[in-house]
């Protein structure tokens, strides 16, 4: 397969032009398989105001998840969640907003880059995520990602050199993805200072956006972190709400109550 | 046995497959280990520790009735008598100098028999750090004498609940941790396998093992070397170590995995915990739960070295099970009076097998690394009829 399979909507040119006009992005996260109706988050997160939505493949050793998402990611797996099953429920569900699976490097390997990358594009996911592979490692899975029209979006962490931080932006599609702090995924009381500095310090290097992802929690987390970054990523904060009973319409007003304070403070 | 270099590479395995949040620690990890081990202060230390204080060089014992028995000679690399009761000791006493060094105060590890977690907790005393050790609850139920020692040694033992809650979890846990606390925090891991230079460094700060035994064989040996060269493998520290002594002879290496962990015989290639190796998994790639009478053999995966030495025929993977494990203590403890830990077991469990078989011809001389003692594990064996 090749780039004329991909089909959903492309990452990069989407957030860049809202990004440039004005809006601060909004990327809220699900994890694939987690319930029989998890793809109706998808478009509850879509009517909400979502600017992409990142969806989480399952894997048995989640090396940067905190407690919740590692929670989500057993409840689907104990669901029979595969890589296969998640995707052919992403093509079924025709979300109109740019998709992004997060997973880890060996169910990528295992499938083969090209063969798992074109998977995605014909599933209508156009970016990705793979955490446990850093700048070293990641040669092939670029130029298959490219190949199939899908953005590989990288992590910048505040532990990056220089000119580490300077290389994840030369190099990532799509987006930045920028760590709040030195944590795992998980919810938070209080999103640190460091995290605006460190959005700062990466957007000199950055012409894409760079969104903050790990912690944020609550509105006021996300206008705090939206002055310095373009946007926020929101993980864990919806999935203990979904562990916790929230139905896809509850999920979906807890991401308008995020799309109305980002939207009323920088709107 | 070499160095892998800046890529941490044993043929088409190994690496560093870390979040990028990682990558710096294991970086400053690579560069203080090789300015360290090129340091003759350090190793002059690291000497000095070993001898006076974990009690080395350790015994080679002839096992004299069941060499008789089996109409073979059978050595035993006495790591049993290594301070702590195992050979975990000798890697993280190297680790414990290496992070005071590194001006670390706290050393985190993960541990599944809980004997890595001793060593841990041990070193951490003696050197003036802190230690918070990851085990999972179900290892922490039948280890709990191990639990018990790590505290009384002032270490934080911290329960893990998710996945198999064994060695696996313990691991995937203990590098999460890591995430949080790089700046004061060393990992100190317990076998080799993890991110470069992890699976290098560990078979290094092991290779006193092979380095003394082929020594010690040399003396007991009419033919210096022996055939046959033989160890269990959970991660495969102590099998890497005694291995790196008799890598350049012609002596055959067996790694004897558990038979329900069998990553080499029963798995496939993975990226999991840092690396690419083996590792046990599912028709969709999910980490399979390993399923071992011993603790430290509970792990789906092996280091990469030996995927390596696999796949260049230079060392052989077999597997034993967990029946013929509880045989093989029994017998050696009442042929030669000691009392081997379940893991070490797995060796001597080969052993009797491929004796009675004919795989070990008559007159074959074999060196068994007795990995650990098996006091930790009389609770487990109290249960078994
Ligand atoms: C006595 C003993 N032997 C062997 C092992 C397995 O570890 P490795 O394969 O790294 O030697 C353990 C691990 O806990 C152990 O306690």
New interface residues.
């Given amino acids: 397969m090749n780039a004329t399979t991909a089909t959903g909507v492309a990452v990069g040119p989407r957030l860049r032009e809202r990004r440039d006009a004005g809006r601060k992005l909004l990327v809220p996260y699900v994890t694939g398989g987690v319930s029989a109706d998890w793809t109706d988050y998808l478009r509850a997160y879509a009517d909400a105001g979502a600017d992409a939505v990142e969806i989480g493949l399952p894997f048995s050793e989640p090396m940067i998840d905190g407690p919740t998402v590692q929670e989500a990611s057993e409840r689907a797996l104990h669901r029979g969640a595969t890589v296969r099953g998640v995707l052919a429920d992403l093509r079924a569900a025709r979300v109109d907003v740019p998709l992004i699976v997060m997973t880890y490097y060996h169910l990528v390997a295992r499938e083969g880059h090209a063969e798992f990358c074109a998977a995605l594009a014909e599933a209508g996911v156009r970016g990705l995520i793979v955490p446990d592979l850093p700048l070293e490692e990641l040669a092939e899975l670029e130029q298959a990602t490219a190949a199939a029209d899908v953005d590989l979006i990288l992590v910048a962490a505040p532990s990056g050199a220089p000119s580490r931080l300077r290389e994840i932006a030369a190099r990532s599609r799509g987006f930045v993805y920028a760590m709040t702090a030195m944590v795992t995924t998980g919810e938070r009381a209080e999103l640190p200072a460091s995290a605006a500095e460190f959005a700062a310090r990466l957007k000199a290097h950055a012409d894409l956006p760079v969104l903050l992802g790990f912690g944020i929690s609550t509105p006021e987390h996300a206008v705090a972190g939206a002055r310095a970054a373009d946007g926020v990523v929101v993980a864990s904060a919806l999935m203990r709400g979904l562990l916790d009973g929230a139905t896809p319409a509850e999920s979906g007003a807890q991401v308008r109550a995020l799309r109305a304070a980002l939207d009323e403070v920088y709107g | 046995m070499h160095d892998p270099g800046a ?1 941490g590479r044993f043929g088409d395995y190994g ?11 294991c970086a400053e990890v690579e560069e203080a280990f090789r300015a360290a081990w090129a340091d003759a202060a350090f190793r002059r230390d690291l000497d000095r520790l070993l001898t006076v204080y974990a009690g080395r060089p350790t015994a080679l014992t002839p096992a004299w009735n069941l060499s008789a028995e089996l109409g073979i000679t059978v050595l035993l690399k006495r790591e049993d008598l290594a301070h702590t009761g195992s050979h975990k000791i000798n890697n993280v006493l190297g680790q414990a100098l290496l992070a005071r060094r590194m001006g670390r105060t706290r050393l985190l590890a993960e541990t599944g028999a809980g004997q890595h977690g001793v060593a841990t907790a041990t070193a951490a005393a003696l050197l003036g750090l802190s230690a918070t050790v990851f085990m999972g609850s179900k290892d922490m139920a039948r280890q709990a004498l191990n639990v018990h020692r790590m505290r009384l040694l002032g270490a934080e033992v911290v329960e893990v609940t ?2 198999s809650r064994t060695l ?1 979890d313990a691991t ?1 846990e203990a ?2 941790h890591w ?4 700046d004061e925090a060393y990992y100190c891991l317990g076998s080799v396998m993890g991110p470069h230079p992890y699976p290098w460094m560990v078979r290094e700060f092991q290779r006193v093992i092979g380095e003394e035994a082929r020594a010690q064989c040399a003396a007991e040996l009419p033919a210096a070397i022996p055939d046959y060269v033989v160890a269990c493998i959970g991660g495969g520290s102590n099998a890497a170590g005694t291995f790196a002594g008799f890598a350049g002879t012609a002596a055959k290496l067996v790694g004897v995995e558990a038979a329900g962990g069998a990553a080499i015989s029963g798995g ?7 690396h ?1 190796s083996y590792a046990i998994q599912d028709e ?4 399979l739960e390993a399923e071992s009478v011993a603790a430290g053999l509970d792990y789906p995966g092996i280091g990469p070295e030996h995927a390596h030495l696999h796949e260049l025929g230079r060392a052989r993977y077999v597997t034993v099970t967990d029946a013929e494990v509880i045989d093989a203590v029994r017998r050696l403890a009442r042929s030669e009076g000691i009392l081997p830990a379940l893991e070490s077991a797995h060796a001597i469990a080969w052993v009797l097998r491929a004796a009675r078989d004919g795989e070990l011809p008559p007159g074959a001389t074999v060196l068994i690394t007795l990995s650990g003692r098996g006091d930790k594990d009389t609770t487990t064996l109290m249960e078994i009829p």
């Avoid at chain 2, 497959?17 to 620690?25: D, G, H």
């Avoid at chain 2, 995430?179 to 790089?182: A, G």
């Avoid at chain 2, 496939?268 to 840092?274: D, F, I, Y």
């Fill in positions: 890529t690496g560093r497959y870390v979040p990028e949040a990682l990558i710096p620690a998710s996945g696996k995937s590098m999460r995430v949080t606390c790089v496939k290639v993975a990226v999991m915990h840092g690419r969709h790639g999910q980490i």
